[in-house]
């Protein structure tokens, strides 16, 4: 039963709702790990708030009978600490780029019930840029996708997503298949599945 609950966190390497018929998925993005991870850290940390100050004021608490408050405020604590776990890692999880052999779709989760999907046919791809920022960024090989597309139309940004230098090349490869007819694949060693690429 748990393997069934946790089989949502798995990537589907072939198919995803909209796709065209002999369609190919190239690539499957999401952010970085790193990102889910600070914000799943830091969360962590914060459930020792209770501890913390149930040790400090402990003899308080007792003496003026407020430890059944306590209690209530620290479980109240813990509950909000869990649904702010529950909705990072939703939005992580949902957000996502696929990168197909003729089109790029960006699904931009943005709160629980607030989503927006941007597609970008590869016949309108201009330029593509990447930028990395930091000391962090650069070690863990992860950072920004910038698509150009059409003068009419918007730039498409893919933020924090892992080997971005991979991504844009990938991106080129559609891009001029195009234009010549020589398929774009992903690049070796490389799958779907792997977030690091």
């Not at 020792?48 to 003026?64: C, E, K, M, R």
């Amino acid at each position: 039963m748990i393997k069934a609950l946790l089989s949502i966190f798995r990537d589907s390497p072939n198919s995803f709702e909209g796709q065209k018929e002999n369609e190919k998925v190239l690539l499957l993005l999401r952010p970085h790990f790193f990102t889910i991870a600070i914000r799943v850290g830091f969360l962590g940390l914060m459930c020792l708030v209770p501890v913390i100050v149930g040790l400090i004021f402990l003899q308080y608490f007792t003496a003026a009978s407020w430890l059944n408050v306590f209690f209530f405020l620290s479980s109240v604590w813990y509950l909000g600490l869990w649904l702010a776990i529950f909705y990072a890692l939703t939005i992580y999880t949902l957000n996502t780029v696929i990168i197909t052999d003729s089109r790029i779709i960006d699904s931009d989760q943005y709160g629980l019930f607030d989503r927006k999907i941007s597609e970008l046919h590869s016949h309108r791809i201009q330029d593509v840029s990447i930028h990395t920022n930091g000391l962090i960024e650069t070690f863990l090989q992860f950072g920004d996708v910038t698509v150009q597309t059409a003068a009419s139309e918007k730039q498409f940004v893919f933020h924090q997503v892992p080997r971005p230098d991979i991504v844009k090349d990938v991106i080129m490869q559609v891009t001029a298949a195009k234009h010549t007819g020589i398929k774009a694949t992903t690049p070796a060693g490389s799958t779907v599945n792997n977030p690091g690429i």
